[in-house]
């Protein structure tokens, strides 16, 4: 299946990532380039097989929920692009 | 002989026996990277102040013989491991500006084993990509030169290609990278190198930026088996804040280097002689096949049938995985910002100034696997693939205790080719991409020269968590192949 133009922007919006109009058309090339490769593995008969998530199956280790961590708002805050206080400031979302 | 071009092993010994000091062996390395560093590109982040600190630190620790196991030892980390104080990219501009205040594990690991940092080395953006082409602090230049065309800039392989590089020209001593798909096989088997993946959850991921966690494996350069043997020890183990991280022990992987292959059965995939190999690749797959029949070895064909569909499921969970990872890039918490009109159109417009063409194409592509209506069609397929794939691999080691194959389907190429169709590009990673989906550990080897003059590595692939079988069958590779070439960049050269 092939993606249209109108497509690519749905995803592109999905993906929060700004696609500039003149872009499109490559885009679309691009992604309709790697969508047909991909399509070989309808050949693959996958009846009954279970999927793997991970590669080594292991059991997930449980251990107490208690806090092990944090405490330093500083440490936290340190690489925000902007902060007030112990927070992160964005553009204002309610007017 | 140049203290560069000490093995770790060797560097080891020095230090203890106290013929150089950890300082003399960091200002070695230093130079080299000043010198050759504008040509390569090797690093992103030099920490000469840092690393000779570290140094005094293990001259001290020498003179009162508190030795541990890498003491002294100079080394490069991928861009992909965070370092505590120090800047940490992935590549890529959204993380410019980004200064960890955390270690990750495998480099605290190297840390703690008295390693020292030369500096951050440079990748592919977020670890995507076969050339190194894709980084933001542009390309690393392989220290290889084509023996007819020594102008011609050559690429060091990806993602770790300024690892590879690195460790290739005596920049360092040893580096870590990253394999989600190839990703250190590849660069050291275009470098001369040797490179190890370990089993999924044999190194922990924690502090490792994100690119597809169920591929993810951090893992070792150096120039021998042995070293990478050094290095694995140390930054193996395992690690509560992975929960993916194995409890299991983890032995003496040099002592493994030493075992003979005697006896032992040698699987050949037969899949993996595809259509248009190189016949210098295909006969020095026969070459290394014969080399470990002479040292008593049994070979024997075994079948991996879904090897051909290996990538393109990769390159549905890889992408999907990492449009999940890369959401947190939004300019809010951390990384680079660029503003908007209201908070919507900042992240819109941080992700796209952020990310390069290949980390966008690969995030819409997961983007879109994973959306509604589309997800059993692709993901859940894929993942069903991905089962059928380890259940090869399950089968074939029923049979044999290793798998010997290519690394990589071509010798190293030059920047700028394979770049004009994405999937061009994916395909050097038909050999590597397989182990990654299953999980199994595997070595690139240097074993020969191609005409050009240029590297090509043998790769071995073993069971889950037998890495042991994987380096002894690596280093008889590498005892027999003698391999003894050297980049034309290089340090002392």
Sequence with gaps: MSLDPATVRRIATLARIHVEEDELPRLQAELNGILGWIEQLNEVNVDGVEPLTGAVQMALKMREDVVTDGGYPDKVLANAPERAGDFYAVPKVVE | MSLTDLTIAAARDGLRAKQFSARAL????????????????????????????????ADAAIARGAL?????????????????????????????????????????????????????????????????????????????????????????????????????ARLAMGATGTDTGGSIRQPASFCGIVGLKPTYGRCSRWGVVAFASSLDHPGPFARTTQDCAILLRSMAGHDAKDSTSADVPVPDYEAAC?????????????EYRVDGMQAEIEALWQQGLQWLRDA????????????????????IVAP?????????????????????????????????????????????????????????????????IRAL??????????QVDALVAPTAPSAAFAQGENMDDPVQMYLNDVFTGPADLAGVPAISVPAGLDANGLPL??????????EETVFAVGAALERVAAFNALPTLRAGA
């Design chain 2, 26 to 57: 960091t200002e070695a390395h230093l130079t080299a990277i000043e010198a050759l560093n504008p040509a390569l590109n090797a690093f992103i982040t030099v920490t000469g102040e840092r690393a000779l600190a570290q140094a005094d630190a």
């Design chain 2, 68 to 168: 541990a196991p890498l003491t002294g030892i100079p080394l490069a980390i991928k861009d992909l491991f965070c370092t505590e104080g120090v800047r940490t990219t992935a590549g890529s501009n959204i993380l410019s500006p980004f200064i960890p205040p955390y270690e990750s594990t495998v480099s605290a690991n190297l840390l703690r084993d008295g390693a020292i940092f030369l500096g951050k080395a440079n990748m592919d953006e977020f670890a995507m990509g076969s050339s190194n082409m894709t980084s933001a602090f542009g390309p690393v230049t392989n220290p290889w030169k084509r023996k007819q065309d020594q102008n011609a800039a050559l690429v060091p392989g990806g993602s770790s290609g300024g690892s590879a590089a690195a460790v290739s």
């Design chain 2, 258 to 270: 030493a075992r003979s292959v005697r006896g032992m059965r040698i699987g050949v995939p037969r």
């Design chain 2, 296 to 315: 008593g070895a049994e070979i024997i064909d075994v079948s991996l049938p879904h090897t051909k569909y290996a990538l393109p499921a990769y390159y």
């Design chain 2, 320 to 384: 999907a995985e990492a449009s999940s990872n890369l959401a947190r890039y939004d300019g809010v918490r951390f990384g680079l910002r660029k503003d908007g009109e209201d908070l919507r159109d900042l992240y819109e417009r941080t992700r796209a100034a952020g990310f390069g063409p290949e980390v966008r194409r690969r995030i819409l592509i997961g983007t879109y696997v994973l959306s509604a209506g589309y997800y059993d069609a692709y993901y859940l397929r894929a993942q069903k």
């Design chain 2, 389 to 398: 794939i380890l259940r090869d691999f399950t089968e074939a080691f029923a």
């Design chain 2, 457 to 466: 590595g043998l790769q071995v692939i073993g069971k889950a968590f037998d």
